[in-house]
């Protein structure tokens, strides 16, 4: 999505069924926010305009395309979007990323390159598999998991916990009662309190961070 408006800007990264519905409409959220949102096709290489549904053909579309993507290379790419979007006239200020699950693993990733000036990652996938990169994080980092999220176990959480134990600037809140998913209001997963207290928290997060 082409970027609009003027205010901070923000990255925002699609979950695995690409720049779909759902992610535009949240783009839109946060444009109608103040701030200048640019939706990056990750899948590009593989295809270009990728937008999926949650069917049953949708989501073995969109696995197949996440288990073809290096996210190394993606996180890459995700960098490139920071500092092309640092780079427009409408963007006043600081820019941040902020992904859904494979989305929130990106932005972890971009947040270790140090060019973010602030991140959030709901329900991020395989982040405990990469802590490495934990100690290179010096940007403020705001994570979102869910209590009965099957894709990433408490023990996941905890080890991310660890990892950016005794960071002032590093949150994290869990959800209970809800999955992997549940600010997407076209899945299943969707749990409307749990997206508006997170969403809630994300926009001061952003505030703090990224405004002025």
């Known amino acids: 999505m082409p970027p609009a408006g003027h205010g901070p800007g923000l990255v925002l990264i699609q979950e695995i069924w690409g720049v779909n519905d759902h992610i535009r409409a949240v783009a839109e959220q946060y444009a109608l926010d103040g701030f200048v949102v640019l939706a990056p096709d990750v899948f590009w290489r593989q295809q270009s305009r990728t937008n999926l549904d949650y069917s049953e053909a949708g989501t073995t579309e969109a696995l197949a395309l996440m288990h073809g993507t290096d996210f190394a290379q993606a996180a890459e790419d995700t960098v490139a979007s920071v500092e092309h979007l640092r780079e427009l006239p409408q963007v ?121």
């Open 92 to 212: 006043s200020g600081k820019v941040g990323v902020l992904g859904f699950c494979m989305g929130g693993q990106l932005a972890y990733r971009a947040a270790a390159s140090g060019k973010p000036d602030a991140a959030v990652s709901y329900y991020g996938g395989e982040i405990h598999n990469h802590l490495d990169l934990a100690g290179q994080i010096n940007q403020p980092i705001l994570f979102h998991y869910a209590g009965l999220d099957g894709l990433i176990p408490a023990s996941a959480v905890d080890q991310v916990r660890k990892a950016f134990e005794g960071r002032k600037d590093a949150n994290i809140h869990h959800y209970e009662d809800v999955d992997h998913g549940f600010n997407c209001w076209g899945r299943p997963a969707y749990n409307q309190r749990a997206a508006a207290l997170a969403r809630g928290r994300t926009l001061v997060f952003l505030a703090q961070h990224l405004a002025g």
